[in-house]
T-cell receptor, first 112, second 111 residues
């Protein structure tokens, strides 16, 4: 069966520090991969998605970037964090979006 | 473009009450429709889905029927429990690589 792993679960980082969040999927190949952010409140903001290695689509211009160095690995990065980057970051995968996504357990990022 | 509109929350109910969370959508063609649930501090879980008109998705006592004529996918449960307290997201996919989500509806169930 397929599983998705996301880490770390929580992270407290100072303003101006770098960020690296990692997401991996097991048990499938060539998944679509997604990064979402959920700020205080409930809404989901799509940040990046990837339909294959090296293919990254950015939905929101900001100081975050994403990379997909391997088929089942998706990394969210920043060179210098801002206070506004605080939030709950969710990774997700799908084989076919018509059947929905499977989400990871999320990373709670607090920038101080 | 595609959009999903959910009722504003929070929805507050007593245990064993009937639940309805409204969801309407705008999309081209015949989208697939989903309900996700997010418990506090966790990621989203797929609750149910429907892929064509008049389909009824169901899971854990929750149901939703794909109504093409009213472009709706309302979530219902006959008797809610305290453990159902969570945020519920309606979503759709109309053939693209990404889902379109509503803003979420918080449900609070008291004993």
């Amino acid at each position: 069966s397929q599983t998705i792993h996301q880490w770390p679960a929580t992270l407290v980082q100072p303003v101006g520090s770098p960020l690296s969040l990692e997401c991996t999927v097991e048990g499938t190949s060539n998944p679509n991969l997604y990064w979402y952010r959920q700020a205080a409140g409930r809404g989901l903001q799509l940040l990046f998605y990837s339909v294959g290695i090296g293919q990254i689509s950015s939905e929101v211009p900001q100081n975050l970037s994403a990379s997909r160095p391997q088929d089942r690995q998706f990394i969210l990065s920043s060179k210098k964090l801002l206070l506004s980057d605080s939030g709950f970051y969710l990774c997700a995968w799908s084989a076919d979006s018509n059947y929905g996504y499977t989400f990871g357990s999320g990373t709670r990022l607090t920038v101080v | 473009g595609d959009s999903v509109t959910q009722m504003e929350g929070p929805v507050t109910l007593s245990e064993e009450a009937f639940l309805t969370i409204n969801c309407t959508y705008t999309a081209t063609g015949y989208p697939s429709l989903f309900w996700y649930v997010q418990y506090p501090g966790e990621g989203l879980q797929l609750l149910l889905k429907a892929t064509k008109a008049d389909d009824k998705g169901s899971n854990k006592g929750f149901e939703a029927t794909y109504r093409k004529e009213t472009t709706s996918f309302h979530l219902e449960k006959g008797s809610v429990q305290v453990s159902d307290s969570a945020v519920y997201f309606c979503a759709l996919n109309s053939g693209y690589s990404t889902l379109t989500f509503g803003k979420g509806t918080m449900l609070l169930v008291s004993p």
